[in-house]
C-alpha cells in the first residue's frame, strides 16, 4: 500500500486561489505519474490534471486549462495550484498515485488513492 497524504483544501471566494499538496508518507519509486481528480455527492469522480515523473509534462481536463497547474518534486510530492476558482471547482479534490511515469486522465489506471481535499467556492 502507498498512503497519500493530501492538503491545501478549504474555503475561498471565487477568483481565490489553493494549493493542493499530496505526499507518500515514505520513499518509493520515481517510476510514477501523480494524478488529481474531483468529485461531487451523487456524480462521477472526473479527471482534472495529471504528471508524470520521466518528463514532468502534465495533462489536464479543458475545464482547468489556463488556471490549475500540476507539478512535482524530487520527493514525489504532487501539487495542484488553483487560481481563478469558480463555484463550479467545488469538489472533493483526490490525488492518485500509479506505476509508471506516463500520466494518464483514467481514474482506472492509477493504483492507490488519497484521502481526498475539500474545495470549497462561494461568495
Known amino acids: 500500500q502507498v498512503q497519500l497524504i493530501e492538503s491545501g483544501g478549504g474555503s475561498v471566494q471565487p477568483g481565490g486561489s489553493l494549493r493542493l499538496s499530496c505526499k507518500t508518507a515514505r520513499r518509493t519509486s520515481r517510476n510514477v505519474a501523480m494524478g488529481w481528480f474531483r468529485q461531487v455527492p451523487g456524480k462521477e469522480r472526473v479527471f482534472v490534471a495529471a504528471?508524470?515523473?520521466?518528463?514532468?509534462?502534465p495533462i489536464y481536463h479543458d475545464s482547468v486549462k489556463g488556471r490549475f497547474t500540476a507539478s512535482r518534486d524530487l520527493s514525489i510530492t504532487a501539487y495542484l495550484q488553483t487560481n481563478a476558482l469558480k463555484p463550479e471547482d467545488t469538489a472533493v479534490y483526490y490525488c492518485?498515485?500509479?506505476?509508471?511515469?506516463?500520466?494518464?486522465?483514467?481514474?482506472?489506471?492509477?493504483?492507490?488513492w488519497g484521502q481526498g481535499t475539500q474545495v470549497t467556492v462561494s461568495s
Open positions: 492518485a498515485f500509479k506505476y509508471g511515469a506516463v500520466a494518464a486522465d483514467t481514474a482506472t489506471k492509477y493504483d492507490f
Open positions: 504528471i508524470g515523473w520521466d518528463d514532468g509534462s
